[in-house]
């Protein structure tokens, strides 16, 4: 499951995580829209070592900006809070567990 | 068919290699979904004279272009005029957003030809850290910021005005003769850009002898590159990588004619196409299996 977290989840749950999946998005993105519901698969996938996110740009500008977010749909990967990775645009399932993969 | 329910074959092109698959998976009575122009191709109707083009001696281009159109027309097979932007990988199915449209497709067969042109200098390096292809999806992450369009073609323009209504400035590089119109909150600087480059932590447009700053550039062109096209496609240079069978290296999808590879030939693209069709067919009837 991909959880929708604001900027205080965002502090409290995704920094926490051992391993976080972060998707940088937005209600009005083409690209953003089609990556969901692969994320989603995704998640079902790798969801026993990872934990996965959606947060919203439009609500949560700090958090983008702080991420240096300036292409969207843009997926980043921390560790206890600590960037790690990130990954831009549309990706095919296969080619983001392959990604999150080689980061464990 | 209707346009909104998924279609067997998604086929984008149609210059003889998306003709020739058309017609194919028509045989093979497959619900096909046949994107491009009704011009059919304009590589196709400039050439001056095709020789070996088996059964058309000395054919000039636009003639063959009418006998292909006459078999599409014997065999009901329509052409939806709109400009496929992205093929996205769902996993089962593809999804195309095809003008402002989102179509959908158990498979796909790319038949788009060459995109001539490379990727600027500094272009392909900054893709996502100051270079976007797309400024309706990253406009409101340059709100109030600085930016450059580099258009590839006039219809560009209007992606810049809009950009010039929420960002402070805009500077607007046309790589194309002619006039561009434009409101005034858009600066036209008529150098040709040769380069992008990154420069403390900005990006730098570099036109004429001279290095214009902004936070981001869009770079707008026409044609878009296959991996640019579907996200995650393997690519050899400008060509999709495939095998025998017409396969990428994306499951359900498949290319034929110039984007696979030269020699550029007619014959040789529609006789993949062929081959594309007859692949794509087989990948549906193994999926059904699967069900």
Not at chain 2, 66 to 71: D, G, R, V
Not at chain 2, 78 to 107: C, H, K, N, P
Request: proline share 4%.
């Amino acid at each position: 499951m991909v959880k929708k977290i604001d900027g205080q989840a965002f502090q409290t749950e995704a920094k926490a995580a051992d391993v976080a999946v972060v998707d940088f998005n937005a209600t009005w993105c083409g690209p953003c829209k089609m990556l969901s519901p692969v994320l989603e698969a995704v998640s079902e996938e790798l969801g026993d070592k990872v934990s996965f996110y959606a947060v919203d740009v439009d609500d949560n500008p700090d958090l983008a900006a702080e991420y240096r977010v300036q292409s969207i749909p843009c997926l980043v990967l921390m560790k206890k809070g600590a960037f790690v990775d990130q990954s831009i645009g549309f990706k095919p399932q296969a080619a983001i567990s392959g990604w999150i993969s080689g980061n464990l | 068919m209707n346009n909104m329910e998924r279609a067997d074959i998604a086929i984008i092109g149609t210059g003889p290699a998306g003709l020739e698959a058309a017609i194919t998976a028509t045989i093979r009575n497959k619900k096909v979904l046949l994107l491009g122009s009704r011009d059919l191709s304009r590589k196709l109707t400039r050439a001056q004279e095709i020789q070996n083009y088996l059964g058309f001696p000395a054919v000039r281009g636009e003639d063959l272009a009418k006998a292909f159109q006459a078999h599409l027309d014997q065999m009901g097979i329509e052409i939806l005029e709109e400009r496929v932007s992205a093929v996205y990988a769902m996993g089962d199915y593809f999804a195309l957003q095809a003008g402002e449209q989102m179509l959908e497709a158990s498979t796909v067969i790319l038949a788009t030809g060459v995109v001539q042109g490379k990727p600027l200098p500094g272009e392909s390096e900054n893709l996502g850290h100051g270079v976007s292809y797309c400024a309706t999806c990253d406009a409101a992450l340059v709100r109030g910021k600085g930016v450059a369009v580099v258009g590839y073609s006039p219809k560009e323009e209007a992606e810049a005005a809009f950009l010039g209504e929420i960002c402070p400035e805009v500077l607007y590089f046309p790589m194309y003769a002619g006039e561009v119109s434009l409101p005034d909150s858009v600066t036209v600087v008529k150098e040709k850009v040769t380069g992008l480059e990154k420069r403390d932590g900005q990006m730098a447009v570099l036109a004429g002898d001279k290095a214009y700053a902004a936070a981001s550039v869009f770079v707008l062109r026409d044609a878009v590159a296959p991996g640019q096209l579907v996200p995650g496609l393997e690519t050899e240079g400008a060509h999709v990588k495939v095998n025998r069978r017409m396969e990428s290296s994306l499951p359900g999808l498949f290319a034929c004619g110039d984007i696979v590879g030269t020699p550029y030939q007619y014959i040789k693209a529609a006789g993949e196409g062929n081959i594309a069709a007859l692949s794509a067919v087989g990948y549906l009837e193994e999926m059904k299996h699967k069900a």
